[in-house]
């Protein structure tokens, strides 16, 4: 006779499909389409928190789905949501776990646009910024267009910004990046082809090159950046280094690997570099001038030191993913549910500012919207954003942080992912799984 569990899931599996086949469908286009791996990464985390958040309980049905999103993870954009989906697979009998390391993710995401800002605006010129610079911008990545939004006015007036036209996904990325920056006024961004930015780098006439990362870690106790190979002879961060020019990295906290997995990652690099065309370039410490990230500006080993729980972690005892049940090598063998299991996983939620009581009160508004079918109906799987009576949904993260950070500074905010909990003990209906987000 099938258990309660066993007919459950089958439950679950015919009525669910096309939910979970839409959730895969969404993300896919996204590691297609998006050209910022932290959006990718954000899309990941909302993803598996939808699917998982849902119930006290991950069914099989959902397993596997989770499970299908990190293979795409793996073979399509590794870095850095590889890391993330290696963590998430092995505490998949840990739900709590996982919603709790997710929300971090999500934290840091959130915070860092104004934290990277702030950043630059206050010691911007520790990395080397000053007025009249001349700076090529290798690349897009969200992260670098807020550090130059936080130019101090007196350099961001009169700084010369370059960026490589570099194609991937079909688009400019260059394009990208002069669009995004020149919502600010005050920037102007000239897009150069790559024949043209690698001959004005060897010329000399580039003050700071500045690249992105798809993710850092260390290698016998040396850094190591990774980042797009470029279609040229030579790689921009050579002929910098060649040139005298200053290699400024900027990166978010979340593209930081621990060494067990950097040095599987860093080998495959170096092997495939030797074989085939490669589509990764390893950028070594000893060429970086300065890190920046939304926590300071660093040198490099004031960056080694700053983060080196992160960076000689594993990923059995990753800060923010650890069960006090067992470690991921352990819960990979595991096939019984545990106790843990049991536990409600907590909502991925944000809160901003000092002013609990306004938290109190945005938390009963946030559940009370929920409970409206057809608000709920209309946004599910978007972001939302509490203040005082303002109601703020977006679908775009990034756009939803953006304008609470510029128009309610200071104040108490309350952010969440607009997903039902697990409200409902076992079972739940088709009509309930398309909270999931981006479903």
């Not at 993330?84 to 697979?89: C, D, G, N, Q, S």
């Not at 921009?236 to 020019?245: E, F, N, R, V």
């Not at 104040?411 to 992912?417: D, E, L, Y």
Request: proline share 5%.
């Amino acid at each position: 006779m099938a258990s309660a569990v066993q007919l459950l899931e089958a439950v679950i599996d015919y009525a669910e499909p096309e939910i979970r086949s839409a959730v895969v469908q969404r993300f896919e286009q996204t590691v297609d389409g998006n050209a910022s791996a932290g959006e990718v990464c954000i899309c990941f985390n909302n993803s598996i928190a939808g699917l998982i958040g849902l119930a006290p309980l991950i069914h099989k049905p959902r397993k596997e789905t989770i499970r299908q999103i990190c293979r795409i993870v793996e073979k399509k954009r590794p870095y850095p949501t590889l890391l993330y989906a290696k963590l998430v697979e092995a505490y998949l009998d840990d739900p709590p776990t996982v919603i709790k390391g997710l929300n971090k993710i999500l934290v840091d995401k959130i915070e860092l646009p104004e934290r990277i800002r702030s950043v630059v605006t206050a010691d911007g010129y520790k990395a080397g910024f000053r007025p009249n610079m001349r700076v090529l911008v290798q690349g897009y990545t969200t992260t670098t267009t807020y550090a130059l939004f936080g130019l101090p006015p007196q350099v961001k007036k009169t700084i010369k910004i370059y960026a490589s036209e570099q194609f991937r996904r079909g688009q400019s990325e260059g394009a990208l990046l002069k669009k995004r920056l020149e919502e600010d006024p005050d920037l102007k961004v000239k897009v150069l082809t790559d024949d043209e930015a690698v001959r004005r780098l060897k010329d000399c006439v580039i003050d700071m090159l500045i690249i992105g990362t798809k993710v850092i870690g260390v290698v016998d106790d040396d850094l190591k950046v990774v980042n797009t190979y470029t279609d040229t002879d030579e790689q921009y961060p050579s002929l910098a280094k060649k040139s005298g020019i200053k290699i400024v990295v900027i990166a978010g906290k979340y593209k930081i690997w621990p060494s067990d997995l950097f040095h599987v990652e860093f080998e495959k690099i170096s092997d495939a570099s030797e074989k085939e065309k490669p589509t990764e370039f390893v950028i070594p410490g000893d060429w970086i001038h300065a890190v920046l990230t939304g926590e300071g500006i660093f040198s490099v080993s004031g960056f080694i030191h700053r983060y080196k729980e992160l960076l000689y972690g594993d990923l059995d005892n990753f800060p923010g993913w650890f069960s006090e049940k067992m470690r991921p090598k352990q819960m990979l063998k595991h096939q019984e549910r545990s106790s843990i299991m049991r536990k409600k996983p907590e909502q991925p939620v944000v809160e901003m500012g000092d002013d609990k009581a306004a938290f109190g009160e945005a938390r009963k508004r946030f559940d009370s919207l929920l409970e409206d079918e057809e608000w709920y109906a209309k946004n599910a799987g978007k972001h939302v954003a509490i203040v005082g009576e303002t109601v703020i949904v977006k679908s775009d993260l990034t756009e939803l942080a953006r304008e609470v950070y510029s128009e309610y500074r200071g104040q108490g905010v309350f952010i969440s992912p607009i997903v039902r909990g697990p409200l409902v003990a076992h079972l739940m209906s088709p009509l309930d799984f398309k909270g999931s987000m981006y479903s």
